[in-house]
């Protein structure tokens, strides 16, 4: 049976009473839409796009483990940011804000795998993860945005075969919610039946109007993921040439929020007309972006490599003790 950790949020952790309020319930009713409308665009990235995050393995625990996702040269290059040939960025959120009435709502609980020394969405796809380059070189892309359901839950499983410490953030706030050790998945030994996974754990409570969370390994600061938290079913993620639909909705008129992990969120106002498509297109600039101070070094304090000549050894004239 895999051991899972419950990632634990609202009252059920002592001392987060000062980040939430208490679980209010939201009325959301489900009505008939035959004659809904539908929103769909295409979220660009304009400007220049950012370069990778660059993590060198050797300053980090298991780090060999890890090389199936590194650069071929002992580094990992997180690309935070995945673009088409015409600028469409993938992995945007488009969501529409406080709708009362629509289509059926079933929000889910949110599965998540640390594998590969990554952190993926439970359901992501082995294609999505890995992509072939023009010199024909396998490449990591992490996907590294989930769609969080507000008082929901969310459980994580460990299937690498080092520990990896899952800390989550309240992005908007700058708190940590979460610290704590995720040890490998117990394996299933032969001949013993698999136990079925019953789901327990802690409820998701976002206190209103803050929708955005960070998950980072405390040991691999590479492993990255984000949610953003929705309360209705109208929202989507962009696909990969950065096109996305929306559908179902009952005319009117709406807020619609554009979120990427390195911006913030932006707002429009979109009115729906019954049975048509209304288009809205988004872009996000690049040139907002700010890295950390710490990341603009220009040399790595240790060599990734750290080839055998930069090492000092006995009887090495540069080693001189007085």
């Known amino acids: 049976m895999e051991k899972r950790i419950k990632i634990v ?182 001949g013993v039946k698999p136990v079925a996974y019953e789901p327990r754990g802690g409820v998701l409570h976002y206190r209103r109007g803050r929708r955005i969370s960070q998950m980072i390994c405390g040991m691999h600061e590479f492993m990255q993921s984000w949610g953003f938290v929705v309360n209705n079913p109208y929202y989507a993620k962009t696909a990969k040439d950065g096109s996305f639909t929306i559908e179902g909705l009952l005319p009117g008129t709406y807020t619609v929020g554009f979120w990427h992990p390195q911006f913030k969120v932006y707002e429009k106002e979109v009115t729906v007309q019954a049975n048509k498509a209304t288009k809205v297109d988004f872009q996000f600039n690049a040139d907002l972006v700010r890295r950390p101070e710490y990341e603009k070094q220009k040399q790595f304090r240790i060599s990734p490599a750290t080839p055998q000549d930069h090492m000092l050894k006995e009887g090495d004239d540069r080693l001189i003790i007085d």
């Not at 673009?83 to 629509?102: H, I, N, P, T, Y």
């Not at 050790?181 to 394996?187: D, H, I, S, T, W």
Request: aromatic fraction near 8%; include cysteine; charged fraction near 20%.
């Open 9 to 190: 949020y609202g009252l059920s952790l002592i001392g987060l009473l000062t980040l939430f309020w208490l679980p209010v319930a939201f009325a959301y009713e489900t009505v008939d839409v035959s004659h809904g409308g539908l929103i769909t665009g295409k979220v660009t990235l304009l400007g220049e796009k950012p370069s990778p995050r660059v993590f060198a393995l050797v300053l980090y625990p298991f780090g060999p483990f890890c090389k199936k996702i590194s650069d071929g040269e002992g580094n990992v290059r997180l690309k935070e940011f995945i673009v088409s040939k015409d600028g469409g960025l993938w992995e945007a959120v488009v969501a529409v804000k406080a709708v009362k009435q629509g289509k059926p709502y079933r929000p889910e609980v949110a599965d998540f795998v640390a594998t590969d020394c990554m952190f993926h969405p439970a359901d992501v796809a082995d294609s999505e993860m890995f992509s072939v380059d023009s010199e024909g070189q396998m490449r990591h892309e992490h996907p590294n945005v989930a769609i969080l359901h507000n008082h929901q839950k969310m459980n994580m499983v460990n299937r690498d075969p080092i520990i990896h410490n899952i800390q989550v953030f309240q992005n908007e706030k700058g708190n940590i919610i979460l610290n704590t050790p995720l040890p490998p998945a117990e394996k299933i030994k032969p």
